[in-house]
């Protein structure tokens, strides 16, 4: 049974997530504050936590931050009532995994809840040491930045080698061609992100057998791309 925090200062919103958890299987541990919620995180394993923007104290991105500091591994949601684009952007830079604008429907955190969980437990499979990051038939050596398949090494530039990590490191993330291009070229890059589309096609020229029909880097129509794990 998965662990979920849960912080938020409203007991009637509080409780009404709790109850749809608890619905679903979830274990909930509960914190109203941002200091509560980080002494829980100390208290128990969690594997995911769920915070309000908003909190008294420790507003939420802070303890977003400090959660992603101390469990890497661990799923973040934050739970915002406004809906600028900044608030989502912050919480991303802090580490949230994923961002619900308040009034939703339950089911919809549940799905990205659990669709988190299903990303996590397939980056644990993913074997690293400290100079090798492993998803057969690749390995990605760190050290030297080189990439092989089925250990015969594979000529690419320097923007696939960053999206061969992101992928592998990200498995059944689909990511939209502005993330990647933020998250590839740098948030200070304005270019276009048809720029994607093309390093993807030649990437997959490199290491798909059939790159009309692709193996392992799908297209998300209307998305972006995802690494098929």
């Known amino acids: 049974m998965s662990r979920i925090l849960l912080v938020e200062d409203e007991e009637s919103?509080?409780?009404?997530?709790?109850i749809n958890l608890k619905r679903n299987d979830f274990e909930v541990i509960e914190a109203e504050t941002g200091e509560d919620g980080l002494k829980a995180a100390e208290k128990f394993s969690i594997d995911l936590a769920v915070l309000d923007v908003m909190l008294p104290g420790i507003d939420g991105f802070k303890v977003c931050d400090e959660l992603r500091k101390r469990y890497p591994k661990i799923g973040i949601i934050m739970l915002t009532a406004r809906t600028?684009?900044?608030?989502?952007i912050m919480g991303l830079e802090y580490g949230a995994d994923d961002y619900i604008i308040k009034p939703f429907n339950p089911l919809e955190l549940?799905?990205?809840?659990?669709?988190?969980?299903?990303?996590?437990?397939?980056?644990?499979?993913?074997?690293?040491?400290?100079n090798k990051?492993?998803?057969e038939p690749f390995?990605?050596?760190?050290?030297?930045?080189?990439?092989?398949?089925?250990s015969i090494e594979i000529d690419v530039t320097p923007k696939?080698?960053?999206?061969?990590?992101l992928f592998l490191k990200n498995p059944n993330k689909a990511f939209s061609r502005d993330e990647l291009l933020?998250?590839?070229?740098?948030?200070?890059?304005?270019?276009?992100?048809?720029?994607?589309?093309?390093?993807?096609?030649?990437?997959?020229?490199?290491?798909?057998d059939n790159p009309s029909e692709p193996e392992f880097i799908e297209t998300i129509w209307g998305k972006g791309y995802r690494w098929k794990g």
């Open 13 to 18: 919103i509080r409780g009404f997530i709790k």
């Open 84 to 88: 600028q684009d900044m608030d989502k």
């Open 110 to 130: 549940i799905l990205r809840i659990k669709a988190i969980l299903r990303r996590i437990g397939d980056e644990n499979q993913v074997k690293e040491d400290i």
């Open 133 to 135: 990051l492993i998803r």
């Open 139 to 150: 390995i990605i050596d760190l050290y030297s930045q080189k990439l092989f398949k089925n």
């Open 160 to 165: 696939e080698y960053l999206l061969m990590k």
């Open 182 to 208: 933020n998250l590839i070229w740098g948030y200070d890059y304005f270019g276009d992100p048809k720029l994607i589309d093309v390093n993807i096609r030649r990437l997959r020229a490199k290491i798909e």
